[in-house]
């Protein structure tokens, strides 16, 4: 039913293409000698094969010569929409068109070359184009919710807006391509979220290669996961960065331990949503180690109050759920499961990867206040330009080694614990993950002994 109203609506929409098909429109009769490759690979895809939709339905039909081919018009989530509605629908709900925004609400993005990170859609642009370009937020001014500047920043760019080809490519837009792990791996790979080889090297992953890379196999496939039933609406709850929105509760815990805060506590918490996180330990010394990791990343400042980086990247770019969504996501996340695995297996399952957030935040948190007592004691000097210090997001721009060490925890070392749990992949949670989070933790408390020590034997002369 579904497909017929699409090509009923695809006929209404389209009627012109279509009726010039059956003699192979002008796009396609000089296009198979000017890219051939791309006439081939359309006419195979079920567009073409099944519909008959001509070029035009994406590209428009100014463009008819030679040499008027910079009046044919790129397409944008819009052009699909046309006809994929509900899939477009889901799509700007979720995370992945969030990815350009996300990307550039980076304090270090902003001092990365063009060429590295913007230009030509390689590095940080090549794998965050799949977001929407043109969202306002926080570093244009607006503190409410996220809005639109109705195309201006995409009209900047003449290629690269159209989202949807991350995993349906141009020009077959195929759904078998999009159902298979590897259409995931250009992105989710490597340094600090290395999903595909956390997978490849799990039993899910290494049955889904041994049974011929079935998308509907014994063991489930990222999108069996993620994109359960085609929803393309993407998100976890926790996120990439191990993030949630601590509780009202978890924030007037804290005063207990730290009673000379509790000024400041109690205002943060009138900020908060109330609630419990499903299956996650509500200890307090979680949750203050918790917020050095977020005062690092200047997400709070030093009076643990929300900054303009806790609206542009939390709360507009979504890094972190609060208690109503994460739990909604994570009991869908175990019905999947569930087809395939008892309820206490998984339940037990998702206790102990939680926890693994717990124990790893608890090493990092010594080596965060180690180097924060080194800018209070005025062993390290603020950078000029520089909102906080230490800062984390600064990444590799940090302009001490101590620091380097901070970054890499939170982006690699920290990272791979978790993900590699979640992904049952022993391997990378403990000897890519909470193994060198160990070992940077004891070089930089060591490197902060000597430099306090060399410190004071200056002061001393
Ligand atoms: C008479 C030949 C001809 C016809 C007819 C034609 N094109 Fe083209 N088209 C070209 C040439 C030549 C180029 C440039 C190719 C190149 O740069 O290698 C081009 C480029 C394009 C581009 C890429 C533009 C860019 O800036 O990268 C698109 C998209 C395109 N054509 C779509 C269409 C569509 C849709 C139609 C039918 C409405 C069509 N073409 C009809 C010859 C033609
Ligand atoms: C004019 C209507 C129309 C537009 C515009 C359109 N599509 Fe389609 N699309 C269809 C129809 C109809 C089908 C179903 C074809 C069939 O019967 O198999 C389809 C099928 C698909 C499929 C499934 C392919 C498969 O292998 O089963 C994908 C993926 C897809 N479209 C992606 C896109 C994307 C991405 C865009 C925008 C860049 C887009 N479509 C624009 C009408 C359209
Ligand atoms: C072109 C690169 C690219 C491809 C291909 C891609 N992703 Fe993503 N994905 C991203 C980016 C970038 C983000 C982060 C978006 C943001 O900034 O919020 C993301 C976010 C996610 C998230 C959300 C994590 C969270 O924060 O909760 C999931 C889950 C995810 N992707 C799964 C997938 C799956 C499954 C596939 C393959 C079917 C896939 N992605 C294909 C780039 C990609
Ligand atoms: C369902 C939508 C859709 C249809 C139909 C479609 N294209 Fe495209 N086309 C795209 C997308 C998406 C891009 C990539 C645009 C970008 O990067 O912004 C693209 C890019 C192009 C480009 C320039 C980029 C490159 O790889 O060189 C050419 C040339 C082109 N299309 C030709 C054609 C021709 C010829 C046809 C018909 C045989 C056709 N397109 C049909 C969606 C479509
Ligand atoms: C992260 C990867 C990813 C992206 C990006 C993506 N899709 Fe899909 N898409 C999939 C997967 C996986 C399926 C197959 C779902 C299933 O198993 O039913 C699919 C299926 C489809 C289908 C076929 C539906 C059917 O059952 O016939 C259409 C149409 C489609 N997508 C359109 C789009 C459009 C439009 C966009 C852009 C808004 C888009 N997709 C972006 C992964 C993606
Ligand atoms: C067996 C189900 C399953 C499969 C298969 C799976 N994931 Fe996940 N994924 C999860 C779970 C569970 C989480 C953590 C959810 C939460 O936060 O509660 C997660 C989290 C994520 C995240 C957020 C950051 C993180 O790693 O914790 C991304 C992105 C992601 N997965 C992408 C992928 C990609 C890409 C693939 C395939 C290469 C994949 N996943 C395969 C279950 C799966
Ligand atoms: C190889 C592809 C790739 C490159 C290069 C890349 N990213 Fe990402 N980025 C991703 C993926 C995939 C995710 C989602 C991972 C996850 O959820 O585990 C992501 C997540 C993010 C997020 C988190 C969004 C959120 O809300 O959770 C930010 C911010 C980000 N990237 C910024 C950048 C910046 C800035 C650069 C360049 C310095 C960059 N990325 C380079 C693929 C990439
Ligand atoms: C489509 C079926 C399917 C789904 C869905 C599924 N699994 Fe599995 N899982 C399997 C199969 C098959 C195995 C291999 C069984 C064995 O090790 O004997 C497996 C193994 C495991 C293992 C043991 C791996 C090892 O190295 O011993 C864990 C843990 C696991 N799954 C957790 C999960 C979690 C958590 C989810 C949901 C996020 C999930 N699975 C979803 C089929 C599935």
Known sequence: MRILRRFIIGIVITALPILSWAAKSECVQCHEKVTPGIVKQYMEGAMAKNAHLDCSICHGADHKSMTDYKMAKMPTTETCKTCHQEKVEQYKKGKHNLAWFGMKSQVAWHSIPASIG????????????????????????????????????????????????????RHSFSKKEAQDPRACSNC???????????????????????????????????????????DHEVVTSWGFLGLRIPTKENVLALIKVAPSLEKQLTSLAAALPSGHYVDVDDDPEWTFNRALILQAAGVIDANLQPTKRFVEIVAQGRAARGPDEFNTLRAKMKKTCNECHSKDYVNDFFKASDTTIKEVDAVYAKAIAAVQGLYKDGILAKPKGWEYGPDLLQYY?????????????????????????????????HWYGWAPTNETVTRILEEAKRMREEFEAKQKK
């Not at 997978?199 to 998308?215: L, P």
């Not at 690699?412 to 614990?417: N, V």
């Open 118 to 169: 913007k230009d030509g859609y390689r590095g940080c642009s090549g794998c965050h184009k799949m977001g929407e370009k043109g969202l306002v937020g926080a570093a244009q001014g607006n503190m409410g919710a996220i809005s639109h500047d109705g195309g201006k920043e995409a009209s900047e760019y003449r290629y690269g807006n159209a989202q949807c080809d991350a995993c349906h490519t």
């Open 188 to 230: 989710h790979m490597g340094f600090d979220h290395p999903q595909y080889e956390m997978y490849t090297s799990s039993k899910h992953g290494i049955i889904w290669g041994i049974d011929g890379n079935k998308s509907d196999g014994r063991a489930p496939t990222c999108q069996k996961c993620h994109i359960s039933n085609g």
């Open 397 to 429: 721009y940090t302009k001490s080694g101590i620091e380097q060490d901070l970054y890499l925890i939170m982006l690699e070392h920290r990272q791979r614990t978790f993900q590699g749990a979640f992904h049952v992949s022993n391997d990378y949670m």
